[in-house]
Each structure stands twice: as structure tokens, then as C-alpha cells.
């Protein structure tokens, strides 16, 4: 949840771990040494990548779109943080390809501006970052995002790339979390897997709370969450416990201890490799199962 409360709650945490804020706060200077940080796919498979333009609704969506260089693949969707579509989620989809899925990385903000929307480097931590990102994050709505995703699954499905007799696999972070869960919904014959990773707002008081979705899914759920989120918002997890035991879809719903909200991004301030690659693996053998 990119408010103010887990903004100080991640400065807290930097300002407690001198030697990690300066180990990846000279990386933030690099895109390219940030996006190395990440750890070699055993037994990787040759990609091809390549920047493509999903048509939608609402206009033309600009989008990084990789995939194992021979064969057909399960496809999976990835809606990136508030920072949007950037070299280190061009680095994460490449490595989930390298694993054998069929992998588009989207630009959400593109009714507003190409990716990216900040230059390299750019931290969430400083004010004009979020200047320009917290105008583009409240553009969307559950609208738009339930058109994105049945628009970028129609194409995904048009590759020769996509095996399309396997589900479709979706994940998010940050923001991106309530929007798979919203994909699973709006396209629930495709989709049969979803992460979240440190969703923000997935359980609201809201009538269009993504949590009201969950009887509209068929997909199973994977819900990595950052230990400050649940300090903040606690009785959240219990919630999509109850939902997704009621509608009998299996949800692994966990908080990863000393993992702080944004943890997954090898570019975030508070990256933390050793719980971002548990929450890797888990999301691959979700994928696995339910692919």
C-alpha cells in the first residue's frame, strides 16, 4: 500500500539497516546493475523479447513481451507496482520466461504516457516521484482495469507463442496486487493462477473491493505480504482466508517476516533477495500446479 504510513514504515526500516540502504541505494544509481542483482534461472531456456503494442479499449498500451525462443508456452500477465513498467520489471519478466511461461509486462499508465514514466533510478521514496506517479496510480479504477486485462489476455492468446489449451498465470505488485485479482475475475475460464505480491487495498470497505470478486474466480491464489502491511491492516488476511475457503479455491495467504511493503523489485530500497526469491519459488510451483 504506497501511502504514507508504509513510507515511514520503509524509512524506519533503511534507517535501522545502514549497510543495506547503501548497498542498494548506489545500485538505484544503475539500472542495469540493479536488474543483475536478480539470480540465474537454472537450466534457463533461450528467450525472445521485444516491445509491443496491445491494443485496448481506451487506446494503444505500450508493453515488454518475452518468451522461450521455440515452442508454445503458458502465458502469464504482470502488472507492475506504482512505478510502473521499467527495466527491473523487464528483468523479472525475462527471468519468468526463462523458466518457460509466455510473459507480457504491461505499461498501466499508458492512456497517460509511454513507459517509462520516471527516469531511471527513480525512487518512490522521493517526493517528485510520487508527485508524478500518485496522479497516474488514481487514474485507474476497477473499470479500467478489469478492460486492461480481458484486452491484454485477448492478445496474449493471439501468440503463436501461448499454449492456449494451459491456463493463464497473472501477477502484480504493489498496486498491481488488486488488479490480478480482478484479472482472475474478469477472465475467470482463462485464468488459473494468481500472485499478489505486497498488494495494497486487496480487502476494503469499498463495493468494488477486490475481495467481493474472489466468488467470481476459478483461479488459485498465491498472497505474499509484506510484514508492515499486515502491522497496518492485520484482519485483511483472515478476510481472503474466509473468502477463498468459501469458495473453495485454494489461496496461500502469507506474511513474510522482515519484509517491508515493496520488497520484491530488485530496484526497491528495500529489496530484500533472500524473501524475494522464497516468494519466487512459491510462485513458480504455483505455476506449475495450476498451469
Not at 518457460?100 to 518512490?124: D, E, I, K, T
Not at 496510480?137 to 491484454?152: G, K, M, V
Request: hydrophobic share 40%.
Amino acid at each position: 500500500m504506497c501511502d504514507d504510513d508504509t513510507l515511514d514504515d520503509n524509512e524506519a526500516y533503511l534507517a535501522a539497516s545502514p549497510s543495506l540502504s547503501r548497498r542498494q541505494l548506489g545500485t538505484l544509481a544503475a539500472g542495469a546493475v540493479v536488474t543483475a542483482m536478480l539470480p540465474p534461472v537454472a537450466n534457463a531456456v533461450t528467450v525472445t523479447e521485444s516491445d509491443v503494442s496491445v491494443t485496448t479499449p481506451d487506446g494503444t498500451a505500450d508493453c515488454y513481451f518475452v518468451h522461450p525462443a521455440s515452442g508454445k508456452h503458458p502465458a502469464v500477465l504482470i502488472w507492475p507496482d506504482i512505478v510502473g513498467l521499467r527495466p527491473a520489471f523487464r528483468q523479472m519478466g525475462k527471468r519468468l520466461a526463462e523458466s518457460g511461461y509466455s510473459v507480457l509486462v504491461v505499461n498501466p499508465y499508458y492512456r497517460s504516457a509511454p513507459a517509462p514514466v520516471v527516469p531511471p533510478g527513480s525512487s518512490f521514496r522521493d517526493p517528485e516521484t510520487r508527485e508524478v506517479l500518485m496522479p497516474l496510480a488514481r487514474s485507474l479504477s476497477a473499470t479500467t482495469n478489469t478492460t486492461d486485462a480481458a484486452a491484454f489476455i485477448g492478445w496474449l492468446d493471439q501468440q503463436t507463442a501461448v499454449d492456449t489449451t494451459r491456463k493463464v498465470g497473472t501477477t502484480g505488485y504493489c498496486m498491481g496486487g488488486p488488479i490480478v485479482m480482478r484479472t482472475a475475475a474478469a477472465v475467470p475460464d482463462r485464468v488459473g493462477a494468481g500472485a499478489s505480491f505486497h498488494g495494497g487495498r486487496l480487502v476494503t470497505d469499498r463495493p468494488d473491493s477486490p475481495h467481493l470478486l474472489v466468488p467470481k474466480m476459478k483461479a488459485h491464489f498465491l498472497f505474499a505480504v509484506a510484514e508492515n502491511d499486515d502491522e497496518l491492516d492485520p484482519k485483511s488476511k483472515e478476510v481472503l482466508r474466509e473468502v477463498y475457503a468459501r469458495a473453495g479455491l485454494p489461496a496461500e495467504i502469507e506474511v513474510y517476516t522482515g519484509a517491508m511493503h515493496g520488497w520484491c523489485p530488485p530496484d526497491s530500497s528495500v529489496y530484500n533477495e533472500k524473501q524475494a526469491e522464497r516468494a519466487w519459488s512459491r510462485m513458480l510451483a504455483l505455476f506449475e500446479t495450476a498451469l
